[in-house]
């Protein structure tokens, strides 16, 4: 069965510390590696789908990347902003299948 | 209008009572489904549905149901509510072939409440 760990559990930075989270998982054929961002009390919003071991992807402050075992999710001079919990997700394998598995997320503290 | 709308954003409801969580969606998507939230174990599926007459359970799917009414419209219910189905519920839909690297699109959620 697909499992994604997600580390930290909580992350607590001052403004402009930059630092990294971790989600690695166990997959039979990885097809595809999402990463979300979700406020308090509001929908999970896409961030980012990697793909292959290798591929990175970046986006403002964030920049993702992906091994054959785990992702990582850098932040660069964090902003009180970027507090929110990070959802990293595994597409399941095996047919046409297009679930995703979540990790329990990486909860972001940004302080000013 | 949001993309993908779910109704009613908060509910208490008694124990026993049935209750119906409506999904509706303006992405054209074929890919619907029904997430729960609690804390501290993240999100998990409950049912997916990835056409009209093509419904999926998904890894915790006793005690609840669906009913796929139309492609934009995707309904969870649950038939004898329990406390333990306190929970904030969530509702995505996902396009399908190459689009399907975008990911999901959530609603805003619905919190309920068993008491």
């Known amino acids: 069965e697909d499992q994604v760990t997600q580390s930290p559990e909580a992350l607590r930075l001052q403004e402009g510390e930059s630092s990294s989270l971790n989600c690695s998982y166990t997959v039979s054929g990885l097809r595809g590696l999402f990463w979300y961002r979700q406020d308090p009390g509001k929908g999970p919003e896409f961030l980012f789908t990697?793909?292959?071991a290798g591929e990175e992807k970046e986006k403002e402050r964030l920049k993702a990347t992906l091994t054959k075992k785990e992702s990582f999710l850098h932040i660069t001079a964090p902003k009180p902003e970027d507090s929110a919990t990070y959802l990293c997700?595994?597409?399941?394998?095996?047919?046409?299948?297009?679930?995703?598995?979540f990790g329990k997320g990486t909860l972001l503290t940004v302080n000013p | 209008d949001a993309d993908v709308t779910q109704t009613p954003r908060n509910r208490i409801t008694k124990t026993g009572k049935r209750i119906m969580l409506e999904c509706s969606q303006t992405?054209?998507?074929?890919?619907m489904y029904w997430y729960r939230q609690d804390p501290g174990l993240g999100l998990r599926l409950i049912y997916y549905?990835?056409?009209?007459?093509?419904?999926n359970k998904g890894e915790i799917s006793d005690g609840y149901s669906v009913s796929r009414q139309a492609q934009a419209k995707f309904s969870l219910s649950l038939e004898s509510a329990i406390p333990n189905q306190t929970a904030l519920y969530f509702c995505?839909?996902?396009?399908?072939?190459?689009?399907?690297?975008?990911?999901?699109?959530f609603g805003s959620g619905t919190r309920l409440t068993v008491v």
């Open positions: 990697l793909y292959s």
């Open positions: 995505a839909t996902a396009p399908g072939g190459e689009l399907s690297a975008y990911g999901y699109t």
């Open positions: 992405k054209g998507h074929d890919r």
């Open positions: 997700a595994v597409r399941q394998s095996g047919g046409s299948n297009y679930k995703l598995t």
């Open positions: 549905s990835f056409d009209v007459k093509d419904i």
